[in-house]
């Protein structure tokens, strides 16, 4: 499974940016729980927001609920992360994870794919 991130860029804060996380390869039938995760310069990887792979259940952190909505496109292998009313302390690198087994929680351990992460830089 490949995972592969975009969208990410420098925008003012109180701006908005929207992360797509395209899933290719792997199973077809039922696709995975993804996950997004950040990483700000010299911090630990964090726990950003998940969904199911229905789409019916989703997790977010409190860091980001109510400025963030993660989502499913049309085609199911599509994952967007929309975020408003960024701050300054969003910068990081934005990750896409997977799960096969429908997790939607914190722990980045259970994640077993990942994509190769996407900066975004929130000014002030």
């Known amino acids: 499974v490949q995972l592969q991130t975009s969208g990410g860029g420098l925008v003012q804060a109180g701006g908005s940016l929207k992360l797509s996380c395209i899933a290719t390869g792997g199973r077809t039938d039922n696709w995975y729980a993804i996950a997004w995760f950040r990483q700000a310069p010299g911090k630990e990887r964090e726990f950003v927001a998940a969904i199911s792979r229905s789409g019916s259940t989703t997790n977010y952190a409190d860091s980001v609920k109510g400025r963030a909505t993660i989502s499913r496109g049309d085609a199911k292998n599509i994952v967007y992360l929309q975020m408003d009313s960024l701050k300054v302390e969003d910068t990081a690198v934005y990750y896409c994870?997977?799960?096969?087994?429908?997790?939607?929680?914190?722990?980045?351990?259970?994640?077993?794919?990942w994509g190769q992460g996407t900066l975004v830089t929130v000014s002030s």
């Open positions: 994870a997977a799960d096969i087994g429908n997790y939607v929680g914190t722990n980045s351990g259970a994640y077993e794919y």
